[in-house]
């Protein structure tokens, strides 16, 4: 099990040479940790709300209970949302591009630079804010999930998030 395993070196072939390592941009973790936890947590206050009222009846327990309800899902969301963000690490090699990803288990993307087609940026309000950009990285093997969804053109293969 590679729990928070930080030790990306491993997973790059052996004559590689690194021109590039990131993460997402601390800022841009904070905000997407401060407003998915506030998201999650007002959802589920709502649902603890009513369960809660009818359970005791008395609308104050309701409110405690929606109230802690709100809190602890925060807690949990965010610390979620900032080591997901942390885990996900993008290496730039002489050889291609590779995305390392996930919490428990990783999962490693490699892209070789001769199958790179398009490179796409999308900035968006946090992204303006924080004055960082995603940046999709396309090659030529469209995905046939894509084409049954309605979309034209190839699927991003690599999603850099959050970077300067």
Not at 3 to 11: F, I, S
Not at 43 to 63: D, L, Q
Not at 75 to 81: L, R
Not at 151 to 163: F, L, S, T, W
């Amino acid at each position: 099990m590679d729990w928070l395993n930080t030790d990306w070196k491993k997973y790059l072939e052996k004559n590689d040479k690194v021109l590039l390592h990131t993460v997402a941009d601390d800022r841009v973790i904070r905000i997407n940790s401060i407003l998915g936890s506030i998201f999650i947590g007002l959802i589920f206050a709502c649902w603890c709300f009513p369960m809660s009222f009818g359970f005791s009846g008395n609308y104050f327990t309701a409110v405690f209970v929606a109230l802690l309800c709100f809190f602890a899902s925060c807690i949990i969301v965010s610390i979620f949302v900032r080591f997901s963000f942390k885990a996900t690490q993008y290496v730039l090699t002489t050889k291609g591009v590779y995305k390392i990803s996930g919490l428990i288990y990783k999962h490693v993307k490699f892209v070789p630079y001769n199958r790179i087609t398009d490179a796409e940026m999308t900035r968006g309000l946090i992204g303006h804010i924080c004055d960082t950009a995603n940046i999709g990285i396309c090659t030529a093997s469209g995905n046939i999930q894509s084409y049954a969804k309605g979309r034209i053109g190839a699927e991003n293969e690599i999603d850099i998030k959050g970077i300067r």
